[in-house]
């Protein structure tokens, strides 16, 4: 079946640092994902999202890169701040792009 | 606008109990969404719709009921709560397919005791 996991549970960094977090999907058919932040007592916001067609997409201060010879999806948070601690999870749209699947997540912790 | 409510925020049910947990969107989404998150776990889909009259299954809808009478209200029905359905739950919308972004709200906690 599918299923998509995240490589690290949880990541600390350092403020002003760069973090990267990283998630696995094992659906070849997947043709679109989400990254999502939740901070505590919320719901999951919306980061940013990638088609199957691209392999790098750019928003203020995160990139997500997709590489879909191994089926790994990463998001880079530049210059990390306090407010970016949170949950962080990928989304994967699977074969009919009704049923997210999503990944246990990933808790960015940013140290001062 | 308000986005996606959902309401009680917080419910204490005993086993066999039944209650309704009330989501509605104000943004005209065609598509709703219901999730539930086990603690430390991603979430995982329990029914969606993507239109007024329509819902389906999603990766675990045993033991939930939903109904879709109108765009913006979707509402979550328990029937018999078993302490397995001990989660939080959230509601989501989304315009079109789920290869949009889903707005999410703030959830809803639920123990059965």
């Known amino acids: 079946g599918e299923s998509v996991g995240l490589h690290l549970p949880t990541l600390s960094v350092q403020e002003g640092d760069n973090s990267i977090i990283n998630c696995a999907y094992s659906n070849s058919a997947s043709d679109y994902f989400i990254w999502y932040k939740q901070e505590s007592g919320k719901g999951p916001q919306f980061i940013i999202d990638i088609r199957s067609n691209m392999d790098k997409r750019q928003g203020q201060r995160v990139t997500v890169l997709l590489n879909k010879t191994v089926k790994h999806l990463s998001l880079q948070i530049a210059a990390t701040q306090p407010g970016d601690s949170a949950v962080y999870f990928c989304a994967d749209s699977g074969n009919y792009g009704q049923n997210f699947v999503f990944g246990p997540g990933t808790r960015l912790s940013v140290l001062p | 606008n308000a986005g996606v409510t959902q309401t009680p925020k917080f419910r204490i049910l005993k086993i066999g109990q039944s209650m309704t947990l009330q989501c509605a969107q104000d943004?005209?989404?065609?598509?709703m969404y219901w999730y539930r998150q086990d603690p430390g776990m991603g979430l995982k889909l329990i029914y969606y719709s993507v239109g007024a009259g329509i819902t389906d299954k999603g990766e675990v809808p045993n033991g939930y009921n939903v109904s879709r009478s109108t765009t913006e209200d979707f509402p979550l029905r328990l029937e018999l709560a078993a302490p397995s359905q001990t989660s939080v739950y959230f509601c989501?919308?989304?315009?079109?397919?789920?290869?949009?972004?889903?707005?999410f709200g703030p959830g809803t906690r639920l123990t059965v005791l």
């Open positions: 943004m005209n989404h065609n598509y």
């Open positions: 989501a919308s989304s315009y079109s397919s789920g290869r949009n972004e889903q707005f």
